[in-house]
């Protein structure tokens, strides 16, 4: 099977990251691919970020459905584009947040998520929200630790997660955390050995239930509202999405 990740920011350093993380925990067998949109935020950080995008993510959707891909990943903690990704495949698409919760919940009663900025946490509440999660995540924490800090190692971007990590630990009487951010994906071990409860990172854990999906035959129901897209016109720079 053949795993596309995409990463929906345009920072080829962090891609390359998130395609290590899904290497190294893909099953024999499992080919993995990662990729960004040529067009887009160097980082994901507000909603505009978000919303701009979905539309590169929906591009490489596109792109991958030329190349036979089984499943892809959304590597971004907002799971910007997931829905509507899902309308242009068959294939399963599943997204970091989203996989994330699901694995965390199966370990744990309650999670805290641990972020990047504050001004993204209710990205993540509202997916907790829409996702039917919200009961079992006590808090969701920022690290204020701008998503392009985690490409310079100078930063010191992992010393504030740990710390973060471990204020979620004291304080949330939680049995597990979540990394809220595709840019963690090669922080996990560090951050478990430092803060001594279960890390739960996106990423791989993506992988894994994407490898679960193909494994099992299941793929993007196309009865309903995740059928495909009808054919219409798209006018202005849109156009070559006409049908
Ligand atoms: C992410 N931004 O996973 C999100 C994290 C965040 O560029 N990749 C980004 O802060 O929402």
Request: charged share 25%; hydrophobic share 45%; proline share 4%.
């Amino acid at each position: 099977m053949h795993i596309r990740l995409i990463n929906p920011n345009t920072t080829a350093s962090m891609t390359a990251k998130i395609g290590e993380a899904a290497l190294r925990v893909a099953a024999a067998g499992t080919r993995t691919s990662a990729c960004n949109p040529l067009a887009g935020p160097v980082s994901i950080e507000s909603h505009f970020d978000e919303a701009i995008s979905a539309v590169g993510v929906l591009e490489e959707i596109r792109r991958g459905e030329k190349e036979n891909i089984d499943a892809y990943i959304i590597a971004c903690f907002g799971d910007p584009g997931l829905l509507a990704a899902r309308e242009l495949t068959r294939a399963p698409v599943i997204g970091i947040a989203e996989a994330a919760f699901h694995l965390a919940t199966l370990i744990s009663t309650r999670f805290s998520i641990v972020t990047t900025l504050g001004r993204t946490c209710i990205i993540a509440e509202h997916l907790l929200q829409s996702y039917g999660f919200a009961h079992h995540c006590r808090r969701v924490r920022a690290a204020e630790v701008p998503v392009l800090d985690l490409e310079d190692d100078g930063a010191c971007a992992l010393e504030r997660i740990i710390e973060e990590c471990r204020r979620a630990r004291d304080e949330d009487g939680v049995g597990a955390i979540v990394l809220g951010c595709g840019g963690m994906a090669d922080l996990t071990e560090q951050i478990r050995d430092a803060v001594g409860l279960p890390i739960v990172e996106g990423v791989t854990a993506a992988v894994k239930l994407a490898e679960s999906l193909v494994g099992l035959g299941l793929r993007t129901s196309k009865h309903g509202d995740l059928a495909f897209p009808r054919p219409k016109q798209f006018t202005g720079r849109f156009d070559y999405l006409s049908a």
